[in-house]
């Protein structure tokens, strides 16, 4: 479904990838996990057309959409989940989800104000309320709530369990789950490996700018070096 | 006498808030200040007066000062910001720019005016005055009152009850986030300033009809008022400015009215000073508002 070949990037003279080869295949849930600042933010925005690519190509199903502008990659279907809980602060959550339908380009929805409520009911008990008073954790539902008003067919997420407390940490994932049972293709970005290896079918590690290695999530958990560096609290 | 003035407070409150919407709406989404803006509403009043002098009706003025404002505030946008924007630098940057704008703008209009300052032909709009409570009203004051109480109902609507309102006000939330939900900024960008260019041009007819005085540099002293007007609203405000016009247009018809009238603007700014010390992000405004660095 999502092809990458080869992907180049650098920031001002800094190589934040170096050739990277990856792919998502329909109804899967991909994890990519590594150190902080190893490019996996990188190779997301690069999927969605925040950055633009040096050299390779992103196709996604048969269209390529490599260095095409941010809102030309959501025709495709392709949304990402910023990181850091970019909600609207000063809309109401029933905005915010409106403003998400944008991403739908005239596509039919996937999904509905009241499947999403199903997902997420905290958002319908404060669908009225200003985005920006929510919780960390309500806000983070929010934008996945958000981007799922739009449509998704490849959902990217950047780090959703950035700074919230372990019990939201899991009332989020649960909810990951429910849309990973549903169908929805999934690519994650997660610095915590052992929750990202935990929810995925598959993962990629990636350092410095290169994948190191990849696999069934299930191997990757057991595979000695990367128990060593990205699971050695556990 | 005194429900007299605030009635014609009203209508100079009016005014205001036309104008500084605008500035504000811009203010809010691009953190850029345009002083282009006067010029922008001394043109809206020039298309009305030549419409008129060339035989068309004044109705028919207003809607081409409407739409020309509009796109001339669009091209300006394209111009003076697009470019300066992707150099982060914008907030310096912008204003230097659009004070070249404001001059171009100008210039042109003092060469096709010849410096001259233009009058509507006698009754281009009629005078007819109402008496009703001891109140006098003229047609055109009511007509002032109405058409910015229509545009600002309709400024709300568009921005608080549309679909395109929404997405402007999630660009001005956050650009990023705004993008990667499939808005495509520039759009949203150009609609902002046709908005903010139509409702200064529009103010820029009504000023043009109430004082029937017309010239080139009529935009600076509303720009001087806008700017103030903003910052006592809260920059980027859009209830802010409403309020932060009607404090003004009141301020400014009461003192005319009572005071000695070189006193009016010295009691206006002061009374500005005044509400910074105890609010000093303005009436409404928000902490953040001025921070560009912060929403990216």
């Known amino acids: ?234 | 006498m005194l429900a007299q003035q605030l009635l014609n407070g009203l209508v100079v409150s009016g005014v205001y808030a036309l104008f500084s919407l605008g500035f504000t709406l811009v203010f809010g989404i691009q953190r850029i200040l345009n002083l282009a803006h006067g010029a922008i509403f001394m043109t809206g009043a020039m298309v009305a007066f030549y419409t008129v002098k060339g035989g068309g009706p004044l109705w028919l003025g207003f809607i081409l000062a409407i739409l020309a404002s509009g796109a001339l505030s669009v091209l300006v946008e394209i111009v003076c910001f697009r470019r300066l924007r992707k150099t982060g630098d914008e907030e310096f940057g912008g204003i230097i720019s659009s004070i070249g704008a404001g001059l171009v703008i100008t210039t042109i209009a003092q060469q096709v005016s010849s410096t001259q300052v233009l009058r509507f032909p006698f009754e281009t709009f009629p005078v007819v005055i109402f008496k009703f409570w001891g109140l006098r009203v003229s047609m055109l004051q009511l007509f002032m009152a109405g058409a910015a109480i229509i545009l600002v109902l309709i400024l709300g609507y568009y921005v608080y009850r549309t679909a395109f309102g929404r997405r402007i006000r999630a660009v001005t939330d956050n650009e990023h986030a705004a993008m990667l939900m499939g808005i495509n900024p520039n759009f949203v960008y150009s609609q902002t300033y046709f908005l903010a260019g139509a409702l200064a041009g529009a103010a820029g007819v009504l000023v043009g009809l109430a004082f029937n005085s017309i010239t080139f540099l009529m935009g600076e002293p509303y720009l001087m008022f806008a700017f103030a007007i903003i910052i006592l609203g809260g920059l980027g405000s859009i209830p802010g400015a409403l309020l932060a016009s009607l404090v003004f247009g009141m301020v400014q018809t009461l003192t005319i009215a009572y005071l000695p009238s070189g006193l009016t603007d010295t009691i206006i700014f002061a009374s500005l000073f005044l509400i910074l010390l105890v609010r000093p992000h303005g009436i409404l405004g928000k902490e953040d508002a001025g921070n560009l660095r912060g929403r990216r």
């Open chain 1, 1 to 234: 479904m999502l092809e990458v070949r080869d992907l180049k990037v650098s920031y001002s003279g800094i190589q934040a990838l170096r050739g990277v080869s990856m792919n998502v295949s329909s109804g899967e849930t991909v994890a990519l996990i590594g150190p902080n600042g190893a490019g996996k933010s990188s190779l997301l925005n690069t999927i969605s057309g925040i950055v633009r690519p040096e050299s390779g190509s992103v196709m996604f199903e048969a269209g390529d959409i490599t260095g095409a502008r941010a809102w030309v990659v959501t025709k495709a279907g392709v949304l990402q989940v910023p990181e850091g809980r970019k909600v609207f602060g000063e809309m109401t959550v029933l905005e915010n989800l409106q403003v998400g339908e944008t991403a739908l380009h005239g596509r039919a929805p996937t999904y509905r104000l009241q499947d999403v409520f199903d997902v997420f009911p905290i958002l319908q008990e404060r669908r009225e309320q200003r985005a920006g008073s929510l919780s960390g954790g309500q806000q983070q539902m929010l934008v996945i709530a958000r981007a799922l008003m739009g449509g998704p067919r490849l959902l990217l997420l950047d780090e959703p369990s950035l700074g919230l407390a372990p019990v939201i940490i899991s009332q989020v994932f649960d909810a990951l789950a429910e849309l990973k049972a549903q169908g929805l293709t999934i690519l994650l970005v997660e610095q915590n490996a052992h929750l990202a290896l935990t929810a995925s079918d598959r993962a990629y590690v990636i350092e410095q700018g290169r994948i190191m290695k990849s696999g069934a999530s299930m191997d990757l958990a057991k595979d000695p070096e990367v128990t060593a560096l990205y699971l050695g609290q556990e």
